[in-house]
């Protein structure tokens, strides 16, 4: 039986592969291993997963500088994985789990239904309204790609002052709440390094701990996106969920990279408004899909008390 194998890098979605049976890989950051992890956590040739002839999955760790564990403990030779087996690589997350036949195809034809309403988006970005309606189908279609529950999108006034142009499913005040705090450092790092960050209780939950306003808010899975232009940060869009066992994936991040590859250009067409305007509308966006705008747009740091600085073009 097959299995599929789970890789949890910090901040980024899950990369996930399929691996046939029998099985003897080695798993490391040098290019030349069968499964390459880039992260600095990981050594150049960390560990051998290995599956014999009865489809017993092991794991041994090949004098890695950090070392690899199962169930919480650092390993010495040859460990077996249970059939559903979390092990770590430095601080690199991985899920083996045998593939089932009926499962999978349960999977995949989810996996095709997102795909075709992430095709819905698209278009309705590429040849849909304009202006402040653009950037709430924008927010919407992230949320609802996503399978996320709320969320908001960020972007900069002609001061260079982050403002909150559109909420899904929440208020303003909701970000000012000590529950938000955690969130709010998400949002700072995907800024400040112009990359997305995904977050997700079963992965992160270390991270997540720490977080204590995160788990207080019972959020289980988040992901900020940077709206890039040029190499700059224009704005940045917000979702979470409250659902156990959420982690955002792969395909997850293919299906969102579509839908903001667009969006460099629809926050440009924006930054044009703003010097046209002193102040742009807040749109608040109900779970139905009803919009409308709530007057001026709210700034981020008088809201928040912090303040975001976008990574260097």
Partial sequence: MNARLSIHVPDEAVHERELATPADLIIGRDPRCDLV???HSISRRHLRLSCD????WSVEDLGSKN???VD???IAGMQPLSSAGWFAAGDVYLRLERIDSTAEGARRSEADRRRSSSMI????LLHGSQGQRLIGELLQGVVETADAERGFLLSRDHEGEWRVRACFAMQPEQMAAHAFSGSRGAIERAIAAGRPVYL????????LQQQQSVMDAGIRALLAIPLLQD?????VVYADTREA???YTDLDAQLLDALVEHAGHVMTALELEANLAEVSALLQIESSGQSAELGPAPSWSRLTGSHLRAVAS
């Fill in 231 to 235: 190499g700059r940060a224009l704005g």
């Fill in 53 to 56: 002839l009865d489809g017993q």
């Fill in 200 to 207: 997700s209780d079963q992965r992160d939950r270390a991270w």
């Fill in 245 to 247: 066992e959420r982690p």
């Fill in 121 to 124: 988006w698209n278009n309705r």
């Fill in 67 to 69: 070392g690899t564990r």
């Fill in 72 to 74: 919480g403990r650092m």
């Fill in 37 to 39: 992890v880039s992260h």
